[in-house]
């Protein structure tokens, strides 16, 4: 048997989630406060040892606690967590199975049960409120309820939890209520649970942390080693080794016996003093027994202290994730059916190689010595590791998302969490002219690059879509001089060139991730073999397949023509940005220049760089607008021209200093070296106002 999914309500940021595991390991990510830790505390709270407190429920629960009136509206949320097991009817006791059973129809394939910490008697809780808090004279009380939960005892008073039995219908699931011990006797026979948390506090800041590993080490032989047979021989070595010591104190505390004796102490109606060794095998290993590196060369020996982090970090966790493993088979009596090993960040002080490899390791550990026909744990890791993903298949993963969620009841909008198993994400068809990539083809493509790139998009605010080497060399400086608040997000930067952007909208779309694409124009003559032509040529088309794809067009002239507000898409989650006429003024007369490429528009507006010799395409600009126009898009298309060096200079430029020169504008605004291209502007403008909206929301 094993766990097959959970829905988690009302606790803290999971107003409402569901979520799968898999068969061997299932990987939470996500941004940070976006929920992983939560998932792993409301499973300690129903089936590990932490107590829940009130802070444990939603807001929107908390708010809902506090605006009960006795008798009156609705009831007090509870906090609930379903869990459902997936069975194999031949290899488990059908006795456990039968207690959950609400009917003889039942699928015994799949099994459910329900824990919720629910109030016991609402009429009492309010009796007891009501005399800690009385209305005064105003018709107000000083304390929430919420507050009068949150006092010591209180939940723990007026809260249980309570179990029911599940089965699916047809819509939803039917709930049969168990009586309390029954229910907590089933599901201790079910699933046992065990956490590896991320505060291992391994780290060598003080002498009580430094031998961590010795500790666990002590534990571990204690609790799964010490056999009977090799507690024997273990006893036999210390009560000689007592003798031995005891004839040593004897000798060595006979001058002060006697200088005592002398005392008259004690007296001939005393007993005589000894000083005994009195040594156990227990206290032996638990409190006289240290970890020692042995250098293989020298043999020298090095306290635990002396090793890296990282290493001690990784045999701490294998030690426990075997400990509890071993633990689970040496249930003797009613051993759960399933184990869930629950491992968080995993990858604190280790390098990236060993990253890659750990879950591997873990695996080894756990069927090193496996007992034939035992079944191994499940492990559910949350981490913040890019290293990690690349190693685990792109199914496994679960997304955590922060997001504003509406509470039903008062519509209002509260700190909420989406889970998103990449598993049930299938890319529709993508057309191409005529071409179409089968979803398959599509997913594949997803699962080789993001493992290629060791991409962070699971951990980023917002993405950034973009055509080549030149945008991504660029872009931290034009987010520096056009949209400086993006620089406090979390962005990935996914270089796909003009052919591959919209392979990657629908898991952006899946996982809720805005996105801006900068992409180029690139316009070509269909009348020409489609060769490379300038942007303003007549019936001029672009050759981007991006832009094909998301607009349903390729006509320059129509793309040039399109607003904003039409190139936000996807219900505010997608911009797309790529090069449209400017206006300029040249020879202080105004003229439209329209750039194929992010290096034409570049030069069109910032040519004053270009005619003084701050900046240089290797030619003369000519001053004629047009003459102007056809050269650099000769220029830039040239196969001489090398458009990385090109990124590279950029970058190098900074304006002269001079004592007087004035750091701001006649407008106020900061003086820069060059401006961002018009169309990238307006796009990471937009980005930064959606993800304002996003925290002005949340």
């Given at each position: 048997?094993?766990?097959?999914?959970?829905?988690?309500?009302?606790?803290?940021?999971?107003?409402?989630?569901?979520?799968?595991?898999?068969?061997?390991?299932?990987?939470?990510?996500?941004?940070?406060?976006?929920?992983?830790?939560?998932?792993?505390?409301?499973?300690?709270?129903?089936?590990?040892?932490?107590?829940?407190?009130?802070?444990?429920?939603?807001?929107?629960?908390?708010?809902?606690?506090?605006?009960?009136?006795?008798?009156?509206?609705?009831?007090?949320?509870?906090?609930?967590?379903?869990?459902?097991?997936?069975?194999?009817?031949?290899?488990?006791?059908?006795?456990?199975?039968?207690?959950?059973?609400?009917?003889?129809?039942?699928?015994?394939?799949?099994?459910?049960?329900?824990?919720?910490?629910?109030?016991?008697?609402?009429?009492?809780?309010?009796?007891?409120?009501?005399?800690?808090?009385?209305?005064?004279?105003?018709?107000?009380?000083?304390?929430?309820?919420?507050?009068?939960?949150?006092?010591?005892?209180?939940?723990?008073?007026?809260?249980?939890?309570?179990?029911?039995?599940?089965?699916?219908?047809?819509?939803?699931?039917?709930?049969?209520?168990?009586?309390?011990?029954?229910?907590?006797?089933?599901?201790?026979?079910?699933?046992?649970?065990?956490?590896?948390?991320?505060?291992?506090?391994?780290?060598?800041?003080?002498?009580?942390?430094?031998?961590?590993?010795?500790?666990?080490?002590?534990?571990?032989?204690?609790?799964?080693?010490?056999?009977?047979?090799?507690?024997?021989?273990?006893?036999?070595?210390?009560?000689?080794?007592?003798?031995?010591?005891?004839?040593?104190?004897?000798?060595?505390?006979?001058?002060?016996?006697?200088?005592?004796?002398?005392?008259?102490?004690?007296?001939?109606?005393?007993?005589?003093?000894?000083?005994?060794?009195?040594?156990?095998?227990?206290?032996?290993?638990?409190?006289?027994?240290?970890?020692?590196?042995?250098?293989?060369?020298?043999?020298?020996?090095?306290?635990?202290?002396?090793?890296?982090?990282?290493?001690?970090?990784?045999?701490?966790?294998?030690?426990?994730?075997?400990?509890?493993?071993?633990?689970?088979?040496?249930?003797?009596?009613?051993?759960?059916?399933?184990?869930?090993?629950?491992?968080?960040?995993?990858?604190?002080?280790?390098?990236?190689?060993?990253?890659?490899?750990?879950?591997?390791?873990?695996?080894?550990?756990?069927?090193?010595?496996?007992?034939?026909?035992?079944?191994?744990?499940?492990?559910?890791?949350?981490?913040?590791?890019?290293?990690?993903?690349?190693?685990?298949?792109?199914?496994?993963?679960?997304?955590?998302?922060?997001?504003?969620?509406?509470?039903?009841?008062?519509?209002?909008?509260?700190?909420?969490?989406?889970?998103?198993?990449?598993?049930?994400?299938?890319?529709?068809?993508?057309?191409?002219?005529?071409?179409?990539?089968?979803?398959?083809?599509?997913?594949?493509?997803?699962?080789?690059?993001?493992?290629?790139?060791?991409?962070?998009?699971?951990?980023?605010?917002?993405?950034?879509?973009?055509?080549?080497?030149?945008?991504?060399?660029?872009?931290?400086?034009?987010?520096?001089?056009?949209?400086?608040?993006?620089?406090?997000?979390?962005?990935?930067?996914?270089?796909?060139?003009?052919?591959?952007?919209?392979?990657?909208?629908?898991?952006?779309?899946?996982?809720?991730?805005?996105?801006?694409?900068?992409?180029?124009?690139?316009?070509?003559?269909?009348?020409?073999?489609?060769?490379?032509?300038?942007?303003?040529?007549?019936?001029?088309v672009s050759s981007n397949a991006t832009l094909g794809y998301f607009f349903g067009e390729n006509s320059v002239k129509a793309l040039a023509a399109k607003t904003e507000t039409e190139r936000e898409q996807a219900d505010g989650m997608r911009f797309i940005s790529y090069q449209v006429p400017v206006s300029l003024n040249v020879e202080e007369q105004a003229h439209n220049f329209h750039g194929r490429t992010l290096e034409e528009a570049f030069v069109y507006e910032n040519l004053d760089l270009f005619r003084n010799g701050a900046l240089s395409i290797g030619i003369d600009l000519p001053d004629d607008p047009i003459e102007l126009h056809q050269d650099v898009w000769k220029r830039i298309k040239s196969s001489t021209f090398k458009k990385t060096e090109f990124a590279m200079n950029v970058l190098a430029y900074e304006p002269p200093q001079q004592q007087d020169e004035e750091e701001t504008d006649n407008d106020g605004n900061a003086l820069l070296p060059w401006r961002v291209p018009q169309y990238i502007?307006?796009?990471?403008?937009?980005?930064?106002?959606?993800?304002?909206?996003?925290?002005?929301?949340?």
């Amino acid at each position: 048997m094993r766990l097959h999914s959970i829905s988690v309500r009302n606790f803290r940021r999971l107003k409402s989630i569901d979520l799968d595991f898999e068969e061997k390991e299932t990987v939470f990510v996500g941004p940070n406060n976006s929920g992983k830790t939560s998932a792993t505390a409301v499973m300690r709270s129903f089936l590990g040892n932490r107590d829940f407190k009130i802070h444990d429920f939603s807001v929107s629960s908390i708010s809902a606690i506090d605006a009960y009136l006795n008798g009156e509206g609705e009831n007090l949320p509870p906090i609930e967590l379903d869990l459902w097991f997936k069975v194999d009817p031949e290899a488990v006791s059908f006795g456990r199975v039968f207690a959950l059973a609400t009917t003889l129809s039942t699928d015994f394939t799949e099994i459910g049960i329900r824990c919720a910490l629910a109030v016991d008697d609402a009429n009492e809780l309010w009796r007891h409120y009501n005399i800690a808090f009385p209305v005064d004279q105003n018709g107000e009380r000083k304390r929430s309820l919420s507050h009068f939960l949150d006092l010591e005892g209180n939940l723990k008073k007026h809260y249980s939890v309570q179990f029911s039995s599940l089965e699916r219908t047809q819509n939803d699931s039917s709930a049969t209520p168990l009586d309390p011990k029954d229910g907590k006797k089933i599901l201790s026979s079910l699933i046992r649970v065990d956490f590896v948390d991320a505060q291992r506090n391994i780290d060598d800041e003080n002498a009580a942390r430094s031998n961590r590993l010795s500790e666990a080490f002590a534990t571990y032989y204690r609790r799964n080693l010490e056999q009977a047979e090799l507690a024997d021989e273990a006893i036999a070595v210390i009560e000689q080794n007592n003798e031995n010591l005891t004839s040593h104190y004897r000798q060595r505390f006979e001058p002060l016996m006697t200088m005592i004796g002398g005392l008259g102490l004690p007296s001939d109606n005393d007993r005589a003093m000894k000083v005994v060794s009195t040594l156990s095998s227990e206290d032996a290993l638990r409190g006289n027994t240290e970890l020692f590196y042995v250098d293989a060369n020298t043999s020298h020996e090095l306290p635990e202290a002396y090793n890296g982090l990282g290493f001690k970090n990784l045999v701490f966790m294998a030690i426990q994730i075997d400990h509890f493993y071993r633990q689970w088979l040496a249930t003797e009596e009613d051993r759960p059916l399933c184990q869930v090993i629950f491992v968080e960040e995993p990858e604190v002080h280790l390098h990236a190689q060993v990253q890659q490899t750990f879950i591997r390791q873990m695996w080894d550990v756990l069927t090193e010595g496996r007992p034939d026909g035992e079944s191994t744990p499940q492990l559910a890791i949350t981490t913040h590791s890019s290293h990690i993903l690349d190693t685990v298949d792109f199914s496994k993963i679960r997304y955590f998302r922060r997001k504003p969620v509406n509470d039903a009841q008062n519509g209002e909008a509260f700190h909420g969490t989406t889970v998103h198993s990449l598993g049930q994400f299938q890319p529709e068809p993508i057309d191409l002219g005529g071409e179409i990539v089968s979803p398959e083809a599509a997913l594949s493509f997803l699962k080789k690059y993001l493992r290629l790139t060791h991409c962070d998009l699971f951990f980023s605010d917002a993405a950034i879509l973009v055509e080549g080497s030149v945008e991504k060399l660029l872009l931290p400086r034009m987010i520096d001089f056009a949209a400086e608040n993006l620089n406090k997000k979390y962005l990935t930067v996914l270089e796909v060139g003009g052919a591959y952007g919209m392979r990657f909208a629908g898991l952006l779309e899946f996982l809720e991730i805005p996105y801006l694409v900068i992409t180029d124009i690139d316009s070509v003559d269909p009348a020409n073999n489609r060769k490379n032509c300038i942007a303003t040529a007549e019936n001029a088309v672009s050759s981007n397949a991006t832009l094909g794809y998301f607009f349903g067009e390729n006509s320059v002239k129509a793309l040039a023509a399109k607003t904003e507000t039409e190139r936000e898409q996807a219900d505010g989650m997608r911009f797309i940005s790529y090069q449209v006429p400017v206006s300029l003024n040249v020879e202080e007369q105004a003229h439209n220049f329209h750039g194929r490429t992010l290096e034409e528009a570049f030069v069109y507006e910032n040519l004053d760089l270009f005619r003084n010799g701050a900046l240089s395409i290797g030619i003369d600009l000519p001053d004629d607008p047009i003459e102007l126009h056809q050269d650099v898009w000769k220029r830039i298309k040239s196969s001489t021209f090398k458009k990385t060096e090109f990124a590279m200079n950029v970058l190098a430029y900074e304006p002269p200093q001079q004592q007087d020169e004035e750091e701001t504008d006649n407008d106020g605004n900061a003086l820069l070296p060059w401006r961002v291209p018009q169309y990238i502007a307006e796009g990471l403008v937009w980005l930064d106002g959606q993800l304002s909206q996003n925290i002005v929301e949340e």
